[in-house]
């Protein structure tokens, strides 16, 4: 067996080593290194985060981080993950891995640690490992996808007639572009929608600043697949004219799609918006080549998930949430 040490990562040196790393041992959802480097870079400084990486005869063959659980921020309570190429496993790495991110965070006073694995067989080694450590499942999360080429995309003619004909108008990012507020009122309004999904947690608010970074400055994000519904007749003095939105982000590793955020005010559900923006991105998707589209709901999400059904989206997997009470040391 060859041995390995573990060390710090160094940007942007490491970052193609850590996608490289990351997509073997997670093939669901690869990343680029292009996406390594943004998530380094975006990393909200109000909140504490530290990564390590395995090394292995000269080579990057774990990673592991662990940092606050800034989307549900407690400062007892920390989100984490690790992957291991498959071929260094068996050797120790991923529990050399998760016993220095351990240690670090319970040095900070660490009493809770999330994850999250899928059902998928690659991820079954996974949660073994967390079983055998004593994470519990606490959530879950479905996957879905379509590709757009098994949707027939006429069937929606009448639903986005009659959003239109209700003074709705569904705009991309980019032909919002001009609009000096445009920023901030997406800001607004998915702070709004992000209060209405049944995740279990309690949400901690980011900056308009960091949203910016996390959301539009995103790499992945495609503004001409995301849609914005406009009533022209409002004027909210948070959200403006905005009554909904659904983004589209594109994972290029992967070659696919996927639905980052799609609600609409309360008062304004009921109309069909929400598949309406769901079926512009489809349709914008399908003019652009096509491809497949995957969308994460979680479980008590039973109006979107039935949404999804009805657009012809098919659940692949299950993810789940798994966490960690840390025990006092003695």
Do not use: C
Request: glycine content about 10%; proline content about 5%.
């Amino acid at each position: 067996m060859t041995p390995f040490a573990l060390r710090d990562p160094v940007y942007p040196a490491d970052a193609a080593a850590i996608a490289q790393v990351r997509s073997a041992a997670d093939p669901s959802w690869p990343v680029t290194a292009e996406g390594v480097r943004h998530e380094f870079e975006s990393r909200d400084p109000d909140f504490f985060q530290t990564q390590v990486v395995a090394e292995q005869g000269g080579r990057v063959v774990g990673v592991g981080g662990i940092g606050h659980d800034s989307f549900s921020h407690e400062d007892w309570r920390y989100w984490g993950g690790l992957h291991v190429h498959p071929d260094a496993r068996g050797q120790g790495v991923g529990t050399a891995l998760y016993d220095e991110l351990v240690r670090r965070v319970r040095g900070r006073g660490a009493r809770e640690i999330r994850t999250m694995l899928s059902d998928l067989p690659h991820d079954a080694a996974g949660v073994e490992f967390l079983r055998k450590r004593g994470f519990a499942a606490k959530w879950e999360r479905y996957e879905s996808s379509l590709h757009t080429r098994d949707a027939d995309l006429h069937a929606f003619d009448a639903l986005m007639a009659r959003v239109e004909a209700g003074g709705v108008r569904l705009k991309s990012l980019p032909e919002l572009a001009g609009y000096p507020r445009r920023n901030r009122w997406l800001y607004e309004i998915d702070w709004l929608l992000f209060q209405d999904v049944p995740m279990g947690l309690t949400l901690t608010r980011r900056s308009f600043e960091q949203w910016v970074k996390d959301e539009l400055d995103d790499p992945s994000l495609r503004p001409e697949l995301s849609f914005v519904a406009v009533d022209p007749t409002r004027n909210d003095p948070l959200t403006g004219p905005y009554v909904g939105y659904s983004t589209i982000g594109w994972n290029a590793a992967g070659n696919y799609a996927y639905i980052g955020m799609t609600g609409v005010r309360r008062e304004d559900r009921g109309r069909g918006i929400a598949k309406a923006l769901k079926v512009a991105a489809m349709r914008a998707l399908h003019a652009a080549g096509g491809g497949e589209i995957k969308t994460f709901n979680d479980s008590p999400n039973r109006a979107m998930l039935g949404m999804n059904e009805q657009l012809g989206f098919r659940r692949t997997a299950t993810r789940t949430r798994y966490e960690l009470t840390l025990k006092e040391e003695s």
